[in-house]
């Protein structure tokens, strides 16, 4: 089974289910939706007890929890640019402010270094 194809089943399940992202966070447990939700659409990696408890919500198999264990290859499956509106648009930000912010950045290091 590939990653994507995980991702798939776990949304086909929340939707059937009719889950919200909250009520599959707050089963999961822990401290950061961002990351529980990321590691569903297998862009993040959950720790082995949020893999066991996402593993009996979502009734997945003992590799299917694994997966969503291990280090994923982050931006698998996604789209250069991005097609999605929001997701563009935050990218378009990165790409547009990323090279300024950058510059800041390493005088502030440069600064900080020099005294």
């Known amino acids: 089974m590939k990653s994507t194809d995980l991702t798939e ?36 990696k959950l720790t082995k007890p949020q893999a066991e408890n996402a593993a009996e919500l979502f009734d997945l198999s003992a590799t ?5 264990h291990e280090i994923p290859m982050r931006g698998d499956g996604t789209t250069m640019p991005p097609r999605d509106p929001l997701i563009y648009r935050l990218y378009e930000l990165v ?15 440069a600064t900080a270094s020099s005294m």
Do not use: T, Y
Request: proline fraction near 2%.
């Open 95 to 109: 790409m547009i402010n990323g090279p300024a912010r950058k510059a800041l950045i390493e005088r502030s290091s």
């Open 64 to 68: 299917e929890a694994r997966m969503l």
């Open 9 to 44: 089943k776990l949304l086909d399940i929340k939707r059937e289910k009719g889950w919200s992202w909250k009520f599959i966070c707050e089963k999961i447990g822990g401290h950061s939706e961002v990351l529980i939700v990321g590691a569903l659409l297998g862009q993040m």
